[in-house]
């Protein structure tokens, strides 16, 4: 566990959206506390498996504590992480989008989870929320988002749901944006597929402009943040009380998904079809994942890096789902964009 007085002080340009004074330490001693919460839910729930922890270290500044889950019950394979790093040189991932933080040291703290459970019925998750400064830039980012193998349209719902709820108590359109957002983001090109049913994503909030802060100016999500248009600034205690409240939300969006579904039973072809589709949630963090990215750029810990690839997958050549299957019906309606918090009406 690292001491928040390693950390660099970094000047930061006098302005309206400063962050607080002790931003640095109080993120981090959040983020920490997320882990805990989570891990402790995640081994009661599961009742068998242990989190094993291991502490690391970063020669050019930081490091975290990584604590994984292996051969539980309901989980073949959880990683919890909690990181804080810090230096002089800023990996091109981040100068590639905000340019003016060049030439000043950086610090980043966050915590991120993959939960891949062994019952194909029960969807597979994946959170990370991250905090970054480097002179006079700071934000906050991250986001959660649900990846399901045989698609229940009452627990998308239930997801959606609880994740907007958590939204709503800070502004009517956060999740309005972020959902599309995470549509937007979590989607692989070479496949023509979202990941999964998504979820919420956000980045670069740093209380200043439109919500959107992304890459497309012409998707779905900045097109609807252009329609609420500028809204008024938020502060840096505003913004860090959102991703509190988005951070906690994971376990009651996400435990009773699990408690209704581990234990149905399953066979060899719903086992195959699960480590098929656990091959698209390795080509997209290979791939686009942003966090792996920046991960791999700054040097950090490799085995707690790549943590949120499964224990087991495959990959099969040309398939095609049988028509009008649970399988048919994951390509042709789960993995295409949706309104998952009016589906009920939707049906009608």
């Known amino acids: 566990m690292l001491s928040n007085s390693q950390t660099p002080t970094l000047a930061v340009e006098s302005s309206n959206f400063l962050p607080a004074p002790d931003a640095q330490a109080r993120v981090s001693q959040f983020m920490q506390q997320l882990q ?78 993959v939960l891949h459970p062994r019952n194909p019925y029960v969807p597979t998750v994946h959170l990370n929320y991250r905090y970054f400064e480097a002179g006079p830039v700071w934000w906050f980012g991250g986001g959660a988002d649900l990846t399901p193998y045989y698609p229940f349209a009452e627990d998308a719902a239930h997801f959606h749901q609880t994740l907007k709820q958590a939204c709503d108590q800070h502004h009517s359109e956060y999740y309005p944006v972020f959902k599309r957002w995470c549509d937007e983001y979590f989607y692989l ?34 097109d609807y943040s252009n329609q609420v248009g500028t809204i008024a600034p938020r502060t840096w205690e505003e913004l860090f009380a959102l991703v509190q409240d988005c951070g906690r939300a994971l376990l009651p969006a996400y435990v009773p998904i699990v408690k209704r579904r581990h234990g ?30 920046f991960g791999l750029q700054t040097n950090g810990r490799t085995e707690s890096i790549l943590m949120s690839l499964p224990p087991l997958v495959r990959w099969e050549y040309g398939y095609k789902p049988e028509p009008n299957t649970p399988e048919a019906e994951l390509y042709e309606t789960f993995l295409k964009p949706q309104d998952w918090i009016n589906w009920k009406i939707n049906q009608q």
């Open 36 to 113: 805990d919460e989570i891990t402790q839910a995640l081994k009661a729930l599961d009742g068998v498996g242990k989190f094993q922890e291991d502490s690391w270290q970063r020669p050019e500044g930081g490091g975290g504590r990584s604590r994984i889950l292996r051969d539980g019950a309901i989980f073949e394979q959880a990683g919890v992480n909690f990181s804080e790093v810090w230096g002089s040189n800023l990996p091109p991932s981040i100068l590639a989008q905000r340019p003016e933080a060049k030439g000043h040291g950086f610090y980043a703290t966050g915590t991120s989870l």
């Open 189 to 222: 090109k070479h496949r023509d597929e979202t990941r999964g049913i998504g979820g919420l994503f956000l980045d670069y909030q740093d209380g200043q402009g439109s919500i959107y802060r992304g890459p497309d100016p012409n998707g779905e999500a900045a």
């Open 264 to 293: 149905i039973e399953y066979g060899d072809h719903e086992r195959n079809f699960q480590l098929y589709r656990r091959g698209r949630y390795v080509e997209f963090n290979l791939v686009y994942d942003r966090g792996t990215i």
